[in-house]
C-alpha cells in the first residue's frame, strides 16, 4: 500500500511532558484522513514533526517516501500547510502573502486563486493587520488549495471560520480529494470530519487509540434507539449487549450492542411500536467513549 | 470612566521597570549637569565666554536654542532644557500609544471592554500615569538642583518646563492613538508631529525668527526662562493645549469603533511580487533600515556642524586636560569629541542591528516562520536571510553616518567614515553573539542578548570612570577598536580582522545550531 505519511511509535519529549508516547498514524495517497484529538493531545507536534520542524527523540516518521527533517526541503515543494493559528506579517497584504507562499513552493494558479479568494469573500488588498483570526486563516487556506501539490497538511483549518465558510471549505477539500491529492485534516470538530473523511485516527495523550474507516469504527461501537410503545415496556434490561437503558412511561431509550440489536427489535415489536428512531454513533460519542478515560 | 483605577494599576504593574527608570534618570539628569557646569566653568569670565560661543554656533542654537543667561542655573537649564523635553516628549508618545492603540490592535483592549471598563477608561488611564511620570521627574529634579545652590522657585520652573513637553506630547500621542488602526502609524504620526515642531524651534532660534518658538512645545519648555527672568505664566499655554488636545482625544474616541480608526486603514496591492526568502526578508527589513540610514545621514551631519565651532566654544583649561587625556598631547578637541561621539554612535547602530539579529527569533516567536519553513525554503537559507541585513545594515549606517559627519566637518568625509566603519567589526560581534544565542537558547536569546549589551555598555561607561578593572573592560568588544582619528588607520588592522573572526565564527555557529533544533514557537 502506498502511504503518504506513515508514523510509527514516534516519541516527544518537553522536558517532563511526554508530548508523543509512540503515536502510529498511517495516511494513504488520495485519502483525506482524519486526525483526531482533544487539544493537547499531540496533533500538532506530530503535524511539526512532519513538517521537519522538529526531531522526534524515538520512532519511525516517512512524510511522501522521504525524511521529513533531513528532505524537509525538497518534500515541501510537494505540500502545502495550514497552521492552526495563522500568523502572517502585519505589513504585507493577502495577496502578497498568497503569491510569496506560491511563488516559494513553485507558482500558483491565478484563475484557481480568484475563484478561490471569490469563494471565500476574501479582500486580498487588506494588509494582514486588518485581518481577523478567520481572515488570516482564509489566506493561508488560499495559498495552500491554489498551489498545485499531493499533499495538503491542515491543522484545525476551520477553527476561524464560520458556518458558511465551513461549508465552502469542505467543498474545497473534497474538489482536491476528487483531483487525486492526499489530505491529512487535523480536527477536534466531528462533524467536519465526518462530512469530509475516509479514514479517521483517533488520539489521545500522544497515543493512537483508535485508527480506520468510519465505517469500520463504527462497527465497534453501539447503536442508539429511541422508541414509543403502545403497551408495557419490555424487560430489556435483562438481555446482554443493552445498556443505558431509560424509562419514562412508554417512552424508552437505550443503547445497544450491534449483535444484540435483532434481539431487541423482536422484544420491542412483541409489545408494539408507535415510533422508532435509531441512528448510528455521531463521532461525539466515539469520541466520549475514548475520552472519558481521561476525563476521570 | 468605570475602571479607570483598574487600568492605571495594570498600567503601573506592566510598566513596573520602565517607569522607575526613567523618571529615575530624567530626575538625576538635571543634577548631573549642573554639577559638570559648575566643575567646568568655574568663574564668570569662563560661562560667558562659553556663553559666547554658544551662541555663534547655528547647531547648538539650533539643537538647544539662545543661552538666556551666563549664570550657573542659565547654562544647566540651557544645557538640558531641550534635550530634556525631547526625551520626555519621545517616552510620553511611546508610552501612551503603547497603553492605548497598541492594547486595542492586539485585541486586549477587546478582553477589556467587555468587562466593566468605559470607553474613555483607557485613554484617561494612559494620560493620568503619563502625566503624573513627568510631574513627578520635573519635581523630584528639584532638589538636586537646589543642592546645587541654585533658588528652589526657579528649579521648580525648570521641572515643570521639562515635564511640559512630556505633557503635551502625551496629549499629542492620545490624539494620533484615535486617527489610525495601527499603533506604528500612531506611533509614526506622532513622533513626526514632535519632529517637525522641534524643526520649527530649531528654525525659530538658529535663524532669528523668534515668534516660530511660540508655536512649538519645545519652545515652550525654553521660554518659561527658567534662572533667567522665570516667566511662570507660559505654563498656562502649555496647560490650556493639553486640555485642549485631551478633550479633542477623547470626542474622537467617542465617534469611532474600537480598533477602528478615523482614518480609513490603508490599502495595499492584490497581488504580491515578493520573490522568496530573501525578497521577504528586504521588505521586512527595508523601512526601518531606510528610516535609520536618514536618522543616522542627520545626526552624523549635526556632529560634524557641532565639531566645527567646537574648537573655539570648549577651550577652557579644564578640557583641554580633558582632551590631553584623552588623546595624547597635541590632540585636537574636535578631533577627540569626533572620536568619543563616533564610539557612542556606534553603540546605537549595535541596537539597530541586533533588532535585525534577532527578527529571525521574533518570526519565529510569532509563528511567521513556521508557515513560510513548511514550504521549501531551507533553514540556512531563511536565517542567512535575515542576518545578511544584520551585517550588512550597520556598514550602511555607519558609513552613511561617517560620511555626512565628515562633509559636514571639513568635507573628509572619507576619512571620517573610515573612522566609524572601524567600529563594524565591533557591532558584528554584537550581531554575532545574538546569533548564537538564537541559535542555543531562542527563548532567551533577545533578553540575553540586550542584556549583555546593556552591561557592555555600563562597563565601558565605568571604565571611561576608572571604575573597573582593564580586564574586565577588555571583554567588550568596542574597546578593541582603535581610533583611527587619533591613532592613524595602521594600528587597525590585526584587532579588527580578529574582531571579525570572531564575528564570523559566532554568527556560523549560531546558524548552525539553528539547523540542528526543534523550531519554538512562543507560547
Known amino acids: ?296 | 470612566m468605570t475602571g479607570t483605577w483598574t487600568l492605571i494599576r495594570l498600567i503601573l504593574r506592566r510598566d513596573r521597570v520602565l517607569l522607575p527608570v526613567w523618571i529615575a534618570i530624567s530626575a538625576l539628569l538635571p543634577l548631573s549637569v549642573a554639577s559638570a557646569t559648575a566643575a567646568l566653568y568655574t568663574d564668570q569670565a569662563a560661562r560667558d565666554a562659553f556663553a559666547a560661543a554658544s551662541m555663534s554656533n547655528p547647531a547648538q542654537l539650533a539643537m538647544r536654542g539662545p543661552v538666556y543667561e551666563a549664570s550657573l542655573g542659565g547654562l544647566t537649564a540651557w544645557t538640558l532644557g531641550s534635550s530634556g523635553a525631547l526625551i520626555g516628549a519621545l517616552v510620553s508618545v511611546l508610552l501612551v500609544i503603547r497603553h492605548t492603540r497598541a492594547e486595542e490592535e492586539t485585541g486586549r483592549r477587546e478582553l477589556l471592554a467587555s468587562g466593566v471598563v468605559g470607553r474613555h477608561a483607557p485613554l484617561a488611564a494612559a494620560l493620568t500615569v503619563v502625566l503624573a511620570a513627568n510631574l513627578l521627574l520635573g519635581l523630584l529634579s528639584v532638589p538636586g538642583l537646589v543642592g546645587q545652590g541654585l533658588p528652589v522657585g526657579s528649579s521648580v520652573l525648570f521641572g515643570l518646563s521639562t515635564a511640559s513637553a512630556g505633557w503635551a506630547f502625551a496629549a499629542v500621542a492620545a490624539l494620533t492613538a484615535q486617527l489610525t488602526a495601527a499603533s506604528g502609524t500612531a506611533r509614526g504620526l506622532a513622533v513626526a508631529v514632535g519632529g517637525l515642531l522641534f524643526a520649527v524651534r530649531s528654525v525659530a532660534d538658529s535663524e532669528g525668527v523668534a515668534w516660530l518658538a511660540w508655536l512649538s512645545p519645545f519652545g515652550w519648555a525654553r521660554l518659561t526662562r527658567p534662572y533667567a527672568g522665570d516667566r511662570w505664566w507660559v505654563l498656562a499655554v502649555v496647560v490650556v493645549a493639553v486640555a485642549v488636545l485631551t478633550a479633542v482625544a477623547f470626542a474622537l474616541s467617542t465617534r469611532r469603533d474600537v480598533a477602528g480608526g478615523l482614518l480609513p486603514a490603508r490599502r495595499g496591492p492584490a497581488t504580491g511580487t515578493i520573490r522568496g526568502a530573501y525578497g521577504l526578508a528586504w521588505r521586512l527589513h527595508r523601512s526601518a533600515l531606510v528610516g535609520s540610514g536618514i536618522g543616522f545621514c542627520l545626526l552624523g551631519a549635526l556632529v560634524g556642524v557641532a565639531a566645527h565651532g567646537m574648537d573655539a566654544q570648549v577651550d577652557t583649561p579644564q578640557f583641554r586636560e580633558l582632551v590631553a587625556t584623552i588623546g595624547g598631547p597635541g590632540a585636537s578637541i574636535s578631533e577627540v569629541f569626533f572620536t568619543f561621539v563616533m564610539y557612542v554612535l556606534s553603540q546605537l547602530v549595535t541596537a539597530v542591528a541586533l533588532v535585525s539579529a534577532l527578527r529571525a527569533r521574533s518570526e519565529e516567536a510569532a509563528g511567521r516562520a513556521e508557515l513560510l519553513l513548511a514550504a521549501p525554503v531551507g533553514r540556512v537559507r531563511w536565517a542567512l536571510s535575515h542576518l545578511v541585513f544584520a551585517l550588512a545594515g550597520p556598514a550602511l549606517l555607519l558609513a552613511v553616518m561617517g560620511a555626512a559627519a565628515g562633509l559636514a566637518y571639513d568635507g573628509g568625509a572619507l576619512r571620517v567614515a573610515g573612522a566609524t566603519l572601524a567600529y563594524l567589526p565591533a557591532v558584528w560581534t554584537m550581531v554575532g553573539f545574538a546569533t548564537l544565542l538564537v541559535g542555543v537558547l531562542p527563548r532567551q536569546a533577545a533578553a540575553v542578548s540586550w542584556s549583555v549589551f546593556g552591561l557592555i555598555m555600563l562597563v565601558d561607561l565605568l571604565a571611561e570612570f576608572k571604575l573597573v578593572d582593564g580586564s574586565v573592560r577588555d571583554l567588550s568588544p568596542f574597546v578593541h577598536v582603535p581610533a583611527t582619528l587619533l591613532e592613524g588607520a595602521s594600528a587597525a588592522v590585526v584587532p579588527l580582522l580578529g574582531l571579525t573572526a570572531v564575528a564570523g565564527v559566532l554568527a556560523a555557529g549560531g546558524v548552525a545550531l539553528l539547523r540542528r533544533r526543534d523550531l519554538v514557537p512562543s507560547g
Not at chain 1, 3 to 23: M, N, P
Not at chain 1, 60 to 86: I, K, M
Open chain 1, 1 to 296: 500500500m502506498n502511504a503518504a505519511v506513515r508514523i510509527e511509535a514516534l516519541v516527544k519529549s518537553f522536558g517532563r511532558t511526554r508530548a508523543l508516547d509512540g503515536l502510529d498514524l498511517t495516511v494513504r495517497t488520495g485519502e483525506v484522513h482524519g486526525f483526531l484529538g482533544p487539544n493537547g493531545s499531540g496533533k500538532t507536534t506530530t503535524i511539526r514533526i512532519l513538517l521537519g520542524q522538529m526531531r522526534a527523540d524515538a520512532g519511525r516518521a516517512e512524510l511522501l517516501g522521504g525524511d521529513p527533517w533531513r528532505d524537509a526541503t525538497e518534500l515541501h515543494r510537494r505540500l502545502a500547510y495550514v497552521p492552526g493559528d495563522v500568523t502572517l506579517w502585519p505589513s504585507l497584504t493577502g495577496g502578497e502573502v498568497i503569491d510569496l507562499l506560491g511563488r516559494v513552493r513553485g507558482g500558483l494558479d491565478p484563475r484557481r486563486r480568484d475563484e478561490l479568494l471569490e469563494r471565500f469573500e476574501l479582500d486580498p488588498r487588506k494588509k494582514c493587520r486588518a485581518y481577523s483570526k478567520g481572515n488570516r486563516q482564509k489566506v493561508a487556506l488560499v495559498a495552500a488549495f491554489a498551489s498545485d501539490v499531493e499533499l495538503l497538511v491542515l491543522d484545525e483549518p476551520t477553527s476561524g471560520l464560520d458556518p458558511l465558510m465551513e461549508a465552502v471549505f469542505n467543498e474545497c477539500v473534497l474538489r482536491e480529494k476528487g483531483d487525486g491529492r492526499t489530505v491529512l485534516l487535523s480536527s477536534h470538530i466531528l462533524s467536519e470530519v465526518e462530512a469530509l473523511c475516509d479514514r479517521v485516527s483517533i488520539i489521545r495523550a500522544g497515543r493512537t487509540v483508535e485508527s480506520g474507516s468510519l465505517t469500520g469504527l463504527r462497527h465497534f461501537t453501539r447503536t442508539s434507539v429511541t422508541a414509543q410503545l403502545t403497551g408495557p415496556t419490555p424487560a430489556l434490561a435483562a438481555l446482554p449487549g443493552v445498556y443505558d437503558l431509560t424509562v419514562d412511561g412508554t417512552r424508552l431509550r437505550c443503547q445497544v450492542d450491534g449483535d444484540a440489536l435483532t434481539a431487541v427489535l423482536g422484544e420491542l415489536s412483541k409489545v408494539g411500536v408507535r415510533a422508532l428512531t435509531t441512528h448510528p454513533p455521531t463521532l461525539e460519542e466515539l469520541f466520549l467513549r475514548h475520552y472519558e478515560g481521561a476525563a476521570r
